[in-house]
Nanobody, 132 residues
């Protein structure tokens, strides 16, 4: 069993920055891929970013270089299961609930396309609000 807990959400002005954190506990040595999803004004969960232990990354099209996913201390170390999402140039449409996700399989196929059904473990989410 794996538990994911997000932190770092809050309110920020348009154009501002925010950094989210995710800490994994439990059977973390089996986790290969970690990532972020969000639910904004719509009902669907949207893939934000993903990264596996080999350092391979994937980002949602809307990110456009504004967000960076980070795993510390190094992508090849399975014992390290802390992940960050650095978000810059935030827009009102980035407002929503952000979820940390993880899976025991690499960032390939459906996980590389950031499909929500491809990730097994989900955190409860943290709220991000971007306003003027």
């Amino acid at each position: 069993r794996v538990e994911l807990v997000e932190s770092g959400g809050g309110s920020v002005q348009i154009g501002g920055s925010l950094s989210l954190s995710c800490a994994a506990s439990g059977e973390v040595t089996d986790l290969v891929t970690m990532g972020w999803f969000r639910r904004t004004s719509g009902d669907e969960r949207e893939g934000v970013a993903g990264m596996d232990i080999d350092g391979k990354t994937a980002y949602g099209d809307f990110v456009k270089g504004r967000f960076t996913i980070i795993r510390e201390p190094g992508a090849g170390d399975k014992s390290n299961q802390i992940m960050y999402l650095d978000m810059n140039s935030l827009k009102p449409e980035d407002t929503g609930t952000y979820y940390c996700v993880s899976d025991m399989l690499p960032l390939l196929g459906a996980r590389a396309r950031l499909l929500d059904t491809a990730f097994h473990y989900w955190g409860p989410g943290t709220q991000v609000t971007v306003s003027s």
